[in-house]
Every structure is written in structure tokens, then in C-alpha cells.
């Protein structure tokens, strides 16, 4: 991870939703929690109910009504992920502000959806939807985890596409930042949601082509020229997304430390910008269950969006317009699905081109 520390530069005729007041929250309607009532849903934080944790707070399973939103019982209502983040982290608080402001006033289906917040004390809190089937990053790596089959894969990546795309199309642009694996989660059908906006920043405006900032990240999906500058855009975002691709198509860690090639972009490099050569990079999970021709397609475009000048990277739309083209009416006779049936509760409703690879580019 890199230094999280920052200094925001005011831009002129633009207000920054990380500056919001905290009595305002509630304008983007977010259900306001008492602590209590979160502790009380979640037995009090105990560890049976953590379902996740990170650098500045833990994620607890926690139940609400589902028609008025309240807290519920344990075990009764519908199941939501609770965010308890570190009282005394300084940079918890504002990561926990910007997420607020952020998914409070946005609404997608590839976003995860917020529900409400707390902000008691020193006590800061964030209520999500409840995303069943848990991070990209546990189906890719967890070798205990069945594999995710081609067409899932494809279709997540379409989803991470279309959340970007529509983040980067908004009249006040939002610049993710922090796109990795861990940060993408999966509801009950493998669709995939953008979380944790912790680290989003405002896009850049009227004819600025980015928006100076210290860097804030995580190591082998942050472009070069962010890292180098401190220069933010979102062709930063394309970027980390051209990492996550070759994730999705690899099976293998943006960084392993284990491994001699630990970084996955050094590693693939003279694979996918060889046509001859790019399937030995696939997934040996997969076991062969792919369409050549997409694996090609899939790795063309990780190709151009790690161009080492963000300039000729391709937008996310004309990213998620490339991989729109995989999508069939009936994607499970497309490839075979190596998974099981298996039932799982219905995670809650969200509100809601080509490129020729240029083999110098990465």
C-alpha cells in the first residue's frame, strides 16, 4: 500500500463531496444508525460475524427489516455488511467521509449499493448491500475456492467496465483510484460491484487533463505515471483495470512476492503482445474451457490499457464496448461452467474498440 497521507488542491468553480458537512449526509437518502443498534445486530462485533477487514476497520454480517431498513435481530431480516471502521485512524475518518458522499449520491448496478452510515463519537460505521459471493480476489487465488469459469470471468470484467465507465461519464467526473481484485465483489449471480471508494477522488475539470494529488493506491495496480507524479486521471483507472484483466485471464497476483515473477505485468509482457505466445498466460484452472478467440481479444485490450502513455490508452467506454461483444443471450453455452449448483440468498436490488495492440506499449 502507499503512503495514504494527502493534501487536496481546491480546483476553482467545483466542490469536492469529500468537504460535505457530516450533518448533511443524510441529502443523498442514507438511513442515519444509532451504534448501539449496530453493535447489537452484529452481537456486539464478535468474530463469528467478521466477514472481512482491512487497513482501517473490520466488516461484520449484520441483519435489517427490509422494508423500513432498521436494524433487525441476528439471523432475521435481510443480511447487510457492516463496516466499523478504526476510531482512532485520522485517515479511516476520511476514508469513511468519502465513501459516504460518494456511493450516498451515486447509483449503479456495478457499484455497491450503501445503505446508511453512523457517525456517533468517535464511532464510524458504513451499511451495505450484503455481496454473497465475496471478492474477485478469493475466486482467483483461493485455491480451495471452485474456479470461476470463462464466461463468468468475461462477464465480471464487463461489469468492472461498466461501473468505471459510468463513473468517468459523469458530469462531475469521479476517478475510482484504487481498482484491485479485493475491491471488486461478486453478488449471488457473479455480477460484479465496485466497493470501497474510500480513495475516489473528483476527476479534473474544464480543459485539465488531470488532478495533482499525493499517491494513494496499492502496489502493482497503479499506473507509472501516477506513481511517478502524483498526476491522477482516468486513464489511471484504465490502467489498474488493464491489471485486473490479466488477473482475470492468468489466475496469477499483480504482485507475488513468493514467486519469481512477481509482478504480473513484467511476467506477461513478451506473452501478450505475441499472438503466438499469449494463451500460455491463460489460467490453468480454466483447463483449456475458453474461447481462443476471446482470450486473444481480452488480452489485446490488457495490452492497450497498460500503454505506458496514458494518452493512447483506450476510455473505459470503449473498453466496456470491446468486451460487450462477448456477451451472448445465453452465456452458459458459450463455454461449459465448472461450477456446482448451489442456492444462495439473494443479495438486496441495487437502485439503479477494438484496439490492434501496439507491442511496444507495455
Known amino acids: 500500500m502507499f503512503p495514504v497521507h494527502e493534501t487536496s488542491s481546491p480546483q476553482s468553480g467545483k466542490t469536492s463531496l469529500t468537504t460535505t458537512k457530516t450533518n448533511e449526509l443524510a441529502s443523498g437518502g442514507l438511513k442515519s444508525y444509532i451504534f448501539n443498534d449496530l453493535r447489537s445486530v452484529t452481537g456486539n462485533f464478535k468474530t463469528s460475524n467478521l466477514i472481512g477487514e482491512g487497513g482501517f476497520g473490520q466488516v461484520f454480517k449484520g441483519w435489517i427489516d ?11 431480516g435481510m443480511v447487510v455488511a457492516i463496516k ?17 458522499n460518494y456511493l450516498g449520491h451515486l447509483n449503479h448496478e456495478n457499484l455497491v449499493k450503501l445503505v446508511g452510515y453512523c457517525s456517533e463519537s468517535k464511532n464510524r460505521l458504513l451499511v451495505y448491500e450484503y455481496m454473497p459471493r465475496g471478492s474477485l480476489e478469493n475466486h482467483l487465488f483461493r485455491k480451495s475456492v471452485q474456479p470461476i469459469s ?39 449471480d457473479f455480477n460484479a460491484k465496485l466497493s470501497d471508494f474510500g480513495f475516489a477522488r473528483d476527476g479534473p475539470i474544464g480543459d485539465k487533463t488531470h488532478v495533482s494529488t499525493r499517491v494513494l493506491g496499492t502496489g502493482g495496480y497503479a499506473a507509472p505515471e501516477y506513481i511517478a507524479t502524483g498526476h491522477l486521471s482516468t486513464k489511471s483507472d484504465v490502467y489498474s483495470f488493464g491489471v485486473v484483466l490479466l488477473e482475470l485471464l492468468s489466475g496469477r497476483r499483480a504482485l507475488n512476492e513468493r514467486v519469481g515473477e512477481s509482478n504480473l505485468v513484467d511476467w506477461s509482457r513478451p506473452f501478450i503482445s505475441d499472438k503466438k505466445r499469449v494463451l500460455r498466460i491463460m489460467d490453468t484452472r480454466l483447463c483449456g474451457q475458453y474461447l481462443k478467440k476471446e482470450a486473444q481479444t481480452a488480452a489485446d485490450l490488457a495490452v492497450n490499457c497498460l500503454n505506458l502513455d496514458a494518452r493512447n490508452r483506450p476510455s473505459m467506454t470503449e473498453v466496456f464496448t470491446t468486451l460487450e461483444q462477448f456477451r451472448t443471450p445465453n452465456d452458459s453455452l458459450r463455454t461449459p461452467s465448472r461450477e456446482p449448483g448451489r442456492s444462495w440468498n439473494k443479495s438486496p436490488p441495487s437502485s439503479s474498440y477494438k484496439t490492434t495492440p501496439n507491442t511496444n506499449t507495455i
Open 66 to 76: 427490509e422494508n423500513t431498513l432498521a436494524t433487525s435481530r441476528q439471523g432475521v
Open 150 to 188: 470463462w464466461a463468468k470471468r468475461m462477464n465480471i470484467a464487463i461489469g468492472i467496465a461498466r461501473g468505471l465507465s459510468f463513473l468517468h461519464s459523469l458530469q462531475n467526473q469521479v476517478i475510482y483510484r484504487d481498482l484491485k481484485s479485493s475491491n471488486i465483489l461478486l453478488d449471488a
Open 84 to 100: 466499523k471502521l478504526d476510531p482512532e485512524s485520522f485517515q479511516g475518518h476520511k476514508e469513511w467521509l468519502a465513501e459516504v
